[in-house]
């Protein structure tokens, strides 16, 4: 082997690095965009049923009907946005007009209710807490912070809204727009294998985006019943945030019951803690509890077998390892991509015995 071969091979490699280099500095720059396709893939996936119902029983265009499908979701939008504007409204008159000082006496009066009750039972609550100094360390002004640093994103929200409604339309209008393109790259003898994948996982998964809308429907309406039953201020909202929540597997459920505990505890501030607080965050965490057994012993195990069709014990490793490579993200999207994965696994490493231990049941 000469010079002018290890010089040539050197090169080459520095090219291809280069060129990976390239390529990954592209797509950190664009990554909004790849988020957005990303986001209408996903409501092109939810609206497919709707677009393939109206087309096959009411007998609508493909156009009508992705028309119709867009209208549909984009009025189910505006009602949950609705839905949010009195809260954000009132809540941001609230902190205009907010005294930090007035806030944080109610803060400590709260603190000093609890403490009061803990001794009652000899524990040494407040003793712990002097001694974390944590009162001290809040700062209160964070508050109307918070509220300008959501209002400046917003700009960037409308943006990215417009974005992903524009993106969905051409998804659901030209259902093979995605497949098209990537099938450029893929080389023609594996161009029907590759199909056949595709319209098994967006069966799949268009089954899959359905039942998680059901599994927050069923979370939202026991939540919301439990927070009216007590008379839970915003209960409608609070409901609908710790149902979305648990989208996020695992962790979602234990933000949700943290914010459930927060806000039932916040709409009943300057009650008495020991006689009205605490029996009603109680009462709204064994509610709390109920819809969390319902969701895991009812409606999970049925929206993963009936869609993506995998073992219990199967998606919650899958989940986990995602989690740790890729955090929360990686636990949102772990049980779609190991979906897609095993289905193009099927199709083209069908004879391999691990690849037909996880795929039995596609």
């Keep these: 082997m000469n010079s002018k071969i290890i010089s040539s091979g050197i090169l080459r490699a520095i090219g291809i690095l280069l060129g990976v280099f390239i390529l990954l500095y592209f797509l950190y720059k664009i990554q ?51 839905l949010f504007i009195p809260l954000i409204v009132e809540q941001g008159h609230n902190l205009s007009l907010l005294n930090i000082d007035q806030l944080q006496v109610n803060i400590e009066n709260l603190y000093s209710e ?14 712990s807490l002097k001694e ?9 002004a964070l508050i109307p912070n918070f509220l300008n640093a959501l209002i400046s994103g917003f700009g960037s929200f409308s943006i990215g809204l417009f974005s992903v409604i524009f993106i969905s339309f051409f998804f659901l209008k030209d259902s093979k727009l995605f497949e098209d393109g990537i099938m450029t790259f893929v080389p023609d ?29 069923i979370l939202f309406i026991i939540y919301t019943i439990v927070l009216l039953i007590f008379g839970i201020d915003n209960a ?16 979602g459920p234990l933000v949700s019951g943290f914010l459930m505990i927060l806000l039932t505890m916040s709409s009943n501030l300057g009650d008495s803690f020991s006689e009205v607080m605490l029996p009603k965050t109680i009462y709204v965490m064994i509610g709390f509890i109920f819809a969390q057994l319902v969701d895991n012993f009812f ?12 073992h219990p014990l199967e998606i919650f490793l899958v989940i986990v390892i995602a989690g740790l490579l890729f955090g929360i993200v ?33």
């Design 114 to 127: 609890i403490v009061s009750y803990f001794n009652i039972n000899k524990i040494d609550v407040e003793q």
């Design 32 to 82: 909004s965009v790849i988020i957005y396709i990303a986001i209408a893939a996903v409501v092109s996936l939810i609206g497919r049923p709707i677009i393939l119902f109206l087309r096959r029983r009411l007998k609508f265009n493909n156009t009508l009907a992705v028309i119709a499908t867009m209208t549909l979701l984009i009025g189910l939008l505006i009602g949950l946005i609705g």
């Design 132 to 140: 974390s100094n944590l009162l001290s360390k809040v700062d209160f």
């Design 236 to 251: 409608i909202v609070i409901a609908f945030l710790c149902a979305l929540l648990n989208l996020i597997p695992y962790v």
């Design 299 to 310: 409606s999970q195990p049925i929206i993963f077998s009936k869609s993506v069709k995998s």
């Design 330 to 362: 990686g636990m949102i999207v772990a049980i779609p991509s190991y979906t897609a994965i095993k289905v193009i696994l099927k199709e083209f490493l069908s004879e391999n015995k691990v690849v037909q231990k996880l795929t039995k049941d596609l």
């Design 189 to 217: 003898t594996k161009e029907s294998r590759l199909k056949n994948s595709f319209n098994k996982i967006k069966d799949l998964l268009s089954r899959y985006f359905v039942g998680l809308i059901f599994q927050i429907l």
